[in-house]
C-alpha cells in the first residue's frame, strides 16, 4: 500500500504571511507528483505536475519544488491572501500508473 | 471554459438498490477516471478508461462497479447493489494526453452519493 503523507493537516496565516507545506510519497517507481488546490463546493484543479527530481515550478505567488531521491515535494505560497484558502492535495504517479493522494493540508487565510 | 460534469449532484438511495453516476469529460480528451472520497478520508482511485476499455483499476472496483462510455460524450459509473460504504462523493475527471494520468486531471464538482 502506498503512502503519501502531507503536513501540516490545516494551517491558518494572516494575510500576507508567507506559508509552505510538505508532501512525503515513496522514493521508488516514481512517475510524477500532482499538486491540486481544492476550493468547498468546487472540483479539485491542478496546479502542477512535477515529473524530474530537483523540478521547480511557478505560478503566481504558489511554487513547488520536488526531490524524487528522498520523495517530498514542498509547496510554497508567498503573501498569503484570503483567495488562497483551500484544501491543497498532492498526489504521487507511480508504476501503477494510478494516483495515490495525500489527505490533504487545509489553509486558512485570515484577512 | 470547457469543464468536466457530473449528474446528479446529489442522489440517495436505498441499500441494494442500483445507482448511476453520469459524467460529460471535456470533448477532446482521451482518459477518463472515476475517484471517490468517503468523507474524511483520502481520495481514492477506482478507476480508468481508455479506447473504449478499462486501463486500470483498484481493489474497490470489484464486481459491482461498471464503467461505461455509451455514445460519444458520456462516461457512466454503475454500482449494480449499493451498500452502505459505498456513501461517497464520487468524481469524474478526464485527461487529455494519450499517456495517461501523467499530465494533469482536469475533475468534475462530484456527485454525492448517500445509500440508506
Known sequence: ILNVEQSPQSLHVQEGDSTNFTCSFP?????????????TAKSPEALFVMTLNGDE??????????NTKEGYSYLYIKGSQPEDSATYLCAFFGSARQLTFGSGTQLTVLP | EPEVTQT??????????????RCVPISNHLYFYWYRQILGQKVEFLVSFYNNEISEKSEIFDDQFSVERPDGSNFTL???????????????A???????????????????????
Open chain 2, 78 to 92: 454503475k454500482i449494480r447493489s449499493t451498500k452502505l460504504e459505498d456513501s461517497a462523493m464520487y468524481f469524474c
Open chain 2, 94 to 116: 478526464s485527461s487529455p494526453l494519450a499517456g495517461g494520468p501523467i499530465g494533469e486531471l482536469f475533475f468534475g464538482e462530484g456527485s454525492r452519493l448517500t445509500v440508506l
Open chain 1, 27 to 39: 522514493s521508488s517507481n516514481f512517475y510524477a507528483l500532482h499538486w491540486y488546490r481544492w476550493e
Open chain 2, 8 to 21: 446528479p449532484s446529489h442522489q440517495v438511495t436505498q441499500m441494494g438498490q442500483e445507482v448511476i453516476l
Open chain 1, 57 to 66: 515550478k511557478k505560478k503566481g505567488r504558489i511554487s513547488a519544488t520536488l
